[in-house]
Every structure is written in C-alpha cells, then in structure tokens.
T-cell receptor, first 113, second 111 residues
Framework: KAGVTQTPRYLIKTRGQQVTLSCSPISGHRSVSWYQQTPGQGLQFLFEYFSETQRNKGNFPGRFSGRQFSNSRSEMNVSTLELGDSALYLC????????????FGPGTRLTVL | ELKVEQNPLFLSMQEGKNYTIYCNYSTTSDRLYWYRQDPGKSLESLFVLLSNGAVKQEGRLMASLDTKARLSTLHITAAVHDLSATYFCAVKETSGSRLTFGEGTQLTVNP
C-alpha cells in the first residue's frame, strides 16, 4: 500500500509570494492533517480536513488556508509569504481522524528568501 | 490548552548505556504517541499508548504511560548508534485528531 505522498518536496519562494502544497493520503484514508515544523516553534498543528470539510484549525493567521478534494487529496496554501514561514510542512493521513492512527508523509521543505 | 513537555531536550549517551526520556502533559488525553525523526526526514511512528499502565516494547525501546500522573516514558536499553535521532512524544486531545507535540529529545549515541 502506498504511503502518504507530498509534492513538491522542496520549494524556494520569495517574500510576498504565495505557495500551494499538495498531499495525497493513503488510499482509503479520509482525514488529512497538516503540521508545520520549525526549529523555533517545533511541530504545530495547522488544520485537519475530513470529507472535504475543515474539522479543526490551529492557531495560525488567515494567510494559511487549505482544502480537500473529493478524492481526499488535500492542498494547503500560504499567501503573502514571510521569512518565518520557512519550515517543513508535514501532512498526515488517517482513516477517519479522531482516534485513527495518523501516518505522516515525507514533508515539503519550504524556504522563503 | 494542552501543553506537552519533554526532557531532556538533548541527550548524549554511550553505546551500551540505558536512559529514559520523559514526557509530561497538562490535560486529560486518551492516547499518546512516540515518534522518531531522522535529520531532514519525516516522522516515524514508534508506539501508540492507549490506557493507563500501557507498556509497549520494540527492540531496545520501551514506552509506558501513566495517565494519572500524565506522564509517559521512553526507555532506551543498551543504546546503539542507530538509535541516534530526535524523539517526539505527541498527545491527542480527547476530541478530534489534533496532536500536540513535545519539543523533541535529540539523542546522540556515541560509540
């Protein structure tokens, strides 16, 4: 069974630009969660999507948004990039969210110059 | 707000030695996870602990959970170099699937 895939794996952008990251969950999984990992703040929850609906949201500004498609693939978008948005963005998929175990993808490394 | 604290944050140990990483959390939770992360890599699931007194072992790693004390431990037995990595504990809130992570423990095992 294929694991969670994320594209692109690496991305370099400049301040003020916007970026879209993609996550394809494990086949059959309907919940996708996004996390940001930085050296200063550690691993922080961004949001969770289930059946195309945002079910939970972390404490991030409105520049961070996401969506989920009918095939459970998810995208997250960051607009007006700031230097502090440089991070590893991890996507995790689970069968139904809740108590279902989450499986993490390889991540997208975003660098903002 | 759920808070998760790990200690130590940095751990340098010699091969063959034993050590324990501690994970404290601030509010009731119904499950706790331990993950391993190698540099530049994603998170690898090690253990899921579901109930008070739960103990799980895999190779040289053993994890336990005390929900009354809100404490989990990850014990390393006879460390080997291959265990060098950063270890995170993560606590799931009782509703939803959001995980709150500890700061991570960077483990270095020296030959």
């Amino acid at each position: 069974k294929a694991g969670v895939t994320q594209t692109p794996r690496y991305l370099i952008k400049t301040r003020g630009q916007q970026v879209t990251l993609s996550c394809s969950p494990i086949s059959g999984h309907r919940s996708v969660s996004w996390y940001q990992q930085t050296p200063g703040q550690g691993l922080q929850f961004l949001f969770e999507y289930f059946s195309e609906t945002q079910r939970n949201k972390g404490n991030f500004p409105g520049r961070f948004s996401g969506r989920q498609f009918s095939n459970s693939r998810s995208e997250m978008n960051v607009s007006t990039l700031e230097l502090g948005d440089s991070a590893l963005y991890l996507c995790a998929s689970s069968l139904q969210g809740g108590n279902s175990e989450q499986f993490f993808g390889p991540g997208t490394r975003l660098t903002v110059l | 707000e759920l808070k998760v604290e790990q200690n130590p944050l940095f751990l340098s140990m010699q091969e063959g030695k034993n050590y324990t990483i501690y994970c404290n959390y601030s509010t009731t939770s119904d499950r706790l996870y331990w993950y391993r992360q190698d540099p530049g890599k994603s998170l690898e699931s090690l253990f899921v602990l579901l109930s008070n007194g739960a103990v799980k072992q895999e190779g040289r790693l053993m994890a336990s959970l005390d929900t009354k004390a809100r404490l989990s431990t990850l014990h390393i037995t006879a460390a080997v170099h291959d265990l060098s990595a950063t270890y995170f504990c993560a606590v799931k809130e009782t509703s939803g699937s959001r995980l709150t992570f500890g700061e991570g423990t960077q483990l270095t095992v020296n030959p």
